[in-house]
């Protein structure tokens, strides 16, 4: 979950590695370090913390030189944070130098074997493992009765066509021993990494692999990089090659080469990043959060365009990939995500069972993998995620292909592996997303979820009028986000005063119930205060005990049939001293003594839950703000959870 970062060729590798850092920080950030190669020697800074008060500060205080080098920011899986468990990591000869996203499983027992012959560890994560049994493989490699003592190397694609220029340093058998070495070790690996390598015999040369962990090679002019996110290079190179799992390749400054450990050719091809380096930056925001939440109108009406066939009165996408015959003969369809995601699938399972009349059941992502539950034949897989990462999600994705279902996907980022991996998909466009908390690509989710709604629903019985109202539904929402987002100044009021409690309760029913949910996952990831959906009528079941004037309810009430229902469970709180913030429509009469009334305006009932949610990811925001937490970069969370 953590960033990785390398860079090869003739500029000083430093700045370019912490600037690349500071971009990937929102992937995880309990420490972070560097490695460069100088004048045959490797030069290590890590520091426990973030960039600025960590690894930053120490650059400056011990610079490095030097044109290679790999970068590291950490999201600890084994062994506390701080500056001993670091990364980067060194061999035991200290020659080879590894950063690590993932998590090796089998590091235990390779532990065992390196201790025996004679390893000293100096950290307690499973990356130093790797580091020691590349270098152990290394040694073997580099001494002339070590070559080629493995019965079947893998070929190498040739990307050398593709960046021009002359043939990386190699061990006289067309394979240079640091990858002849990395691949020996990732042969007796059990788990899942996004490596990166680089050794001081072999001064121009990374060695990069991965295993269920993204891995981008950034292709420049006399110059390559590698990173785990996009973000890290856009400034500096927009074309990429996004590596698949058992890839591992070589990159010098005039090319690379990918070889893949499970098939015999490596399947390398060239792709255009769709987005600047200004994109990913703050502006005039404060935070991420808030830069995210105030591009909705923008990131909604993005999603829509070119997707609405105005006389089918239907959407169309580019990328499903499936006929309308084969749209009709769904039977059945499973959205598995995780966290935010998830909540956006139950709004999915709402709106394409409303809409198209197609069964839907929500799944946990990592819970589908292993429940064996029956799936009928023509049961489709829909996955949701922004990042196209999620390991839990990913693994939902190739479960469901291995049992021989189609899978479409529902992704934000570009290129991503749940991208590349499902048969069809719908890309979200709201841009990339840095804050942890996720805004815009849920309302972009919920967005791509209703025209997939409508898609299938007009293949089936859903009416034109209908198809038609909802276009038109469509085209209102950008200018209906702007009136909440003015709303902002009440919001934040509301947040400072109320929000600072230690518990809250979000209540909602129907389409309103994720709504609730993802208000309170909001709330309590960057606001750590202790949040709880409900669906409002399983109040009376359990939680009304804990109603007090010291627990506010946020209540998601829309103007719709359940309306009567909502406004009495309203009371039931009001009667009992609860503090009561409602979100709801115009002209809807709420008890008296409701503390705070935000009134969003009233869309069509399959749209609402997207106007319904930005009151709460204000709130939320302001509660984390109010209370001078790290809005961006809440403790213990990652953006991408690409461990599962
Ligand atoms: C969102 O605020 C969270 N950070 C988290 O729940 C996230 O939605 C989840 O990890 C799934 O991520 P994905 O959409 O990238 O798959
Ligand atoms: N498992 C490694 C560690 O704990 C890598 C963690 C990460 O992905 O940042 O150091």
């Known amino acids: ?132 049994l590349i270098g152990e493989y290394y040694e073997k490699r580099r001494t002339k009765n070590g070559w080629g003592e493995h019965p079947r190397e893998p070929k190498a694609s040739d990307g050398s066509g593709l960046s021009g220029a002359s043939p990386h340093q190699t061990n006289g058998n067309g394979e240079n021993p640091l990858t002849l070495a990395v691949c020996d070790a990732l042969r007796e690996v059990i788990g899942t990494y996004g490596l990166a390598v680089i050794c001081a015999e072999q001064p121009n040369t990374i060695v990069t692999a991965r295993r269920g962990s993204p891995l981008i090679i950034g292709i420049g002019n006399g110059e390559n990089f590698i990173a785990s996110d996009a973000n890290a290079i856009v400034a500096h190179t927009k074309k990429v090659v996004y590596l698949n799992d058992y890839d591992v390749a070589t990159i010098t400054p005039e090319r690379f080469d990918v070889l893949n450990l499970g098939t015999d050719t490596a399947n390398v091809q060239i792709s255009k990043l769709e987005f600047d380096a200004e994109d990913a930056q703050r502006g005039k925001h404060a935070h991420f959060m808030l830069k995210e939440i105030y591009e909705q109108p923008q990131t909604i009406a993005n999603a829509v365009r070119g997707r609405l066939d105005f006389e089918g009165a239907t959407a169309r996408f580019g990328g499903l990939n499936m006929s309308i015959a084969e749209l009709r003969g769904i039977e059945r369809i499973v959205i598995a995500a995780s966290g935010t995601s998830w909540h956006a699938a139950l709004v999915g399972e709402y709106l394409i069972e409303e809409l198209a009349q197609i069964p839907v059941e929500v799944e946990f992502a990592h819970e589908f993998c292993y429940r064996h539950a029956p799936l009928e034949r023509d049961t489709v897989l829909l996955v949701l995620s922004q990042s196209g990462e999620t390991a839990d999600t990913l693994a939902a994705l190739r479960e469901a292909k291995r049992r021989g279902h189609r899978t479409l996907a529902i992704v934000n980022v570009v290129g991503s592996t749940i991208a590349r991996e499902s048969d069809g998909g719908i890309y979200m466009h709201a841009g990339p997303e840095v804050a942890v908390a996720s805004t815009k690509a849920f309302t972009c989710t919920l967005l791509c979820t209703a025209l997939l709604a409508l898609n299938l629903g007009r293949v089936r019985d859903l009416s034109a009028a209908d198809g038609k109202r909802l276009i038109a539904a469509l085209g209102r929402i950008p200018d209906q986000i702007r009136q909440v987002l003015a709303e902002r100044e009440r919001i934040r009021q509301v947040a400072v005063k109320y929000m600072q409690r230690s518990s809250a309760f979000f209540i909602g029913r129907t389409h309103a119930y994720p709504v609730a949910l993802e208000g309170a996952q909001k709330l309590k990831e960057i606001s750590y205060r202790h949040a709880e959906a409900y669906q409002t009528s399983e109040l009376k079941h359990g939680p009304l005990a804990l109603i007090s004037p010291d627990v506010p309810t946020v209540a998601i009430v829309p103007n719709d049939e359940l309306l009567d229902r909502n406004i009495g469970a309203l009371h039931e709180i009001a009667a009992r001293s609860g503090p009561l913030y409602v979100v709801t429509h115009p002209g809807v009469q709420v008890p008296d003594g409701a503390a705070a009334v935000i009134v969003v305006p009233k869309n069509e009932p399959e749209l609402d839950p997207i106007l319904l949610t930005i009151p709460l990811q204000l709130l939320a925001y302001h509660a984390s703000v109010a209370l001078g937490h790290d809005v961006d970069k809440p403790r213990n969370l990652a953006k991408s959870v690409t461990v599962e």
């Open 1 to 132: 979950m953590c960033g990785i970062i390398g860079f090869v060729g003739k500029k000083s590798a430093s700045p370019i590695l912490l600037e690349g850092l500071r971009r990937l920080e929102y992937r995880g950030y309990d420490s972070a370090g560097v490695a460069l190669l100088h004048e045959g020697s490797l030069l290590v800074r890590k520091k426990k913390g973030k960039i600025n008060d960590g690894l930053a500060r120490l650059l400056k205080s011990e610079p490095v030189k030097g044109s290679l080098g790999i970068g590291h920011t950490r999201w600890a899986t084994h062994g506390a944070p701080s500056d001993k468990n670091s990364h980067p990591h060194l061999d035991q000869s200290g020659k080879i130098s590894v950063v690590h996203n993932g998590v090796i499983e089998n590091y235990d027992s390779i532990k065992q074997k390196l201790l025996n012959n004679g390893h000293v560890f100096k950290s307690d994560t499973d990356t130093e493992i790797l580091a020691h």
